[in-house]
């Protein structure tokens, strides 16, 4: 398609100079004597000329580069995770022992409490208690325990125990036997009461004992006699109430 064509009146042209600067782009008028017509003025071929050389060039406007959604925000969510069983505990507990003494053997129920901790292989605690005996040497009394070992499963102790114990005729009269005792011991936590609780069952044995007495009881009398040392054999069983802390 030809460029576009239209007349104006030779008076109504004025030659100038060209320009130092291009004033259009991509439009060129021609001018032919035969088609001039005196209803024409410039101005009004400049418009013509301009405005069909903008629809003959005009493009599609580029569009404008997609813009990259930001991904939408994930929410976060904490699970809780959980951590195991505490490294503390508190403990209460009962059991009943039995220690094999000269001339008698002497049963013995015992209420402790006590705190312990642990770690995945180790395990310590401490326990305090006041017990009442079959004789009358023992009929209360107080023990001290102490104990340490490993932790071969979650729900298993076994361990090293080391314990003392006084006792006397009754809480306000001074002590009339003592005894240390040496042995293993083991537990077993395989009862969940919650979260933080547990069930446990111990086993004690003390191989290693000696007792020391001061006095003894006859006839309801308390009768002073020389030192007295023997061996004695134990052997504890306990049901233990176990709260993480």
């Known amino acids: 398609m030809g460029s576009p064509e239209f007349a104006v009146a030779p008076q109504q042209l004025i030659e100038v100079p060209p320009g130092t600067e291009a004033t259009f782009r991509g439009a060129m008028l021609t001018l032919r004597k035969a088609c001039l017509d005196d209803t024409m003025s410039v101005d009004a071929v400049v418009e013509r000329v301009l405005s069909a050389t903008e629809e003959r060039s005009r493009v599609v406007a580029p569009q404008p580069a997609p813009v990259e959604e930001a991904p939408a925000a994930v929410e976060a969510v904490v699970v809780p995770v959980d951590d195991g069983p505490s490294m503390f505990w508190l403990e209460a507990a009962t059991d009943v022992g039995v220690m094999f003494l000269d001339p008698e053997n002497v049963v013995s129920p015992v209420l402790r409490v006590g705190v312990g901790w642990r770690i995945p292989w180790v395990y310590a605690r401490a326990n305090a208690g006041l017990a009442v005996s079959s004789i009358a040497e023992q009929r209360t009394a107080v023990e001290l325990q102490g104990s340490a070992g490993v932790v071969p499963l979650s729900w298993l102790e076994a361990g090293l125990v080391l314990?003392?114990?006084?006792?006397?005729?009754?809480?306000?009269?001074?002590?009339?036997?003592?005894?240390?005792?040496?042995?293993?011991?083991?537990?077993?936590?395989?009862?969940e009461i919650s979260d933080d609780t547990q069930l446990c069952f111990?086993?004690?044995?003390?191989?290693?004992?000696?007792?020391?007495?001061?006095?003894?009881?006859?006839?309801g009398q308390i009768e002073r006699v020389a030192p007295v040392r023997d061996s004695v054999f134990r052997f504890d069983l306990a049901a233990a109430l176990r709260l993480d802390i």
């Open 202 to 219: 111990q086993e004690s044995i003390y191989p290693f004992g000696r007792r020391l007495r001061r006095a003894e009881v006859n006839d």
């Open 163 to 191: 314990g003392h114990r006084t006792g006397s005729s009754s809480p306000v009269e001074p002590w009339l036997e003592q005894t240390w005792f040496f042995g293993v011991e083991s537990a077993q936590c395989l009862i």
